[in-house]
């Protein structure tokens, strides 16, 4: 039907200290980490857009289900989780799932706790004009 979406799944790396907002780490520092985490984050969807049949979707709008998977089960701040991702978005929008990071709205992400593979996963879901005001509707 119409609402039919599709998704794809990218997982990275936890993402640096240095990448945090609080993060005190010289500026050459914390750029090498931008530059390795937007590196690992395009190659890794490139790898996932290989097996998308379609090729490059170049989505306009995409929401975003993010999972940190902690090797601990210290308390996160999950908006300093989220904003240490910005190089993570712009090395997927780099790999043309979507047109320009800017169409990537995430949700409030989800922990849990893997001491063996810490890791983040990333569903990146199309979304439509149809899809956005069903949601609407729905948060009425």
């Given at each position: 039907?119409?609402?039919?979406?599709?998704?794809?799944?990218?997982?990275?790396?936890?993402?640096?200290?240095?990448?945090?907002?609080?993060?005190?780490?010289?500026?050459?520092?914390?750029?090498?980490?931008?530059?390795?985490?937007?590196?690992?984050?395009?190659?890794?969807?490139?790898?996932?857009?290989?097996?998308?049949?379609?090729?490059?979707?170049?989505?306009?709008?995409?929401?975003?289900?993010?999972?940190?998977?902690?090797?601990?089960?210290?308390?996160?701040?999950?908006?300093?989780?989220?904003?240490?991702?910005?190089?993570?978005?712009?090395?997927?929008?780099?790999a043309g799932i979507v047109a320009n990071?800017?169409?990537?709205?995430?949700?409030?992400?989800?922990?849990?706790?893997?001491?063996?593979?810490?890791?983040?996963?990333?569903?990146?879901?199309?979304?439509?004009?149809?899809?956005?005001?069903?949601?609407?509707?729905?948060?009425?």
């Amino acid at each position: 039907p119409d609402l039919e979406m599709k998704s794809i799944t990218i997982t990275v790396p936890i993402p640096a200290r240095e990448l945090s907002p609080n993060s005190r780490a010289h500026w050459r520092t914390k750029a090498n980490a931008k530059r390795d985490a937007r590196a690992v984050a395009s190659w890794r969807a490139k790898f996932c857009l290989a097996e998308y049949a379609e090729g490059q979707p170049r989505w306009e709008r995409a929401s975003a289900r993010v999972t940190f998977y902690w090797p601990d089960a210290r308390r996160r701040d999950p908006d300093n989780a989220m904003a240490s991702l910005k190089a993570t978005w712009d090395g997927i929008a780099d790999a043309g799932i979507v047109a320009n990071d800017s169409g990537i709205w995430p949700e409030r992400p989800h922990f849990g706790i893997d001491r063996m593979n810490p890791r983040v996963e990333i569903t990146i879901t199309q979304e439509n004009d149809k899809d956005l005001a069903r949601r609407a509707l729905d948060s009425e």
